[in-house]
């Protein structure tokens, strides 16, 4: 059975930018495998599930094939399955406009504004 250390997979699979931003993820407990808090040297295999907080993302990936060098975009997406749950939606925000053409608003409509924003 092949294993490779957690922060080269990482890295190989395009869940971090570099290996050191996967070793210093690990390292900072952002990382875990299987429930257990993973340091760089942790060995993973085909099976196991990695949680690892990525750029202010979690991510929920199961091993499907364990590889040591980095490769392209589609052949990285293959070696996991991506279990993170979609974000929940953004709220629509009302956005205040003016006509185009209707030069600065005076002093009455800015507070109007003003107020109008504060209140959101």
């Known amino acids: 059975m092949e294993s490779t250390r957690i922060d080269r997979w990482l890295w190989a699979v395009r869940l971090t930018k570099t ?10 407990g952002h990382v875990k495998v299987n429930d257990i808090p993973a340091k760089p040297a942790t060995t993973i295999s085909v099976g196991d599930e990695v949680r690892a907080r990525i750029n202010q993302v979690n991510r929920i990936v199961e091993v499907t094939q364990v590889i040591q060098k980095r490769v392209g975009a589609p052949q990285a997406a293959a070696c996991y399955i991506d279990n993170t749950p979609p974000p ?5 925000l009302p956005v ?7 030069g600065r608003p005076t ?3 800015r507070r ?3 107020a109008w924003r504060s209140s959101q």
């Open 88 to 92: 929940p939606p953004q709220p629509v």
């Open 19 to 28: 290996r050191p931003d996967a070793a210093a993820a690990c390292r900072a």
């Open 96 to 102: 205040a406009r003016r006509d185009r053409g209707a």
């Open 107 to 109: 002093k009455r409509e």
């Open 112 to 114: 109007v504004l003003d």
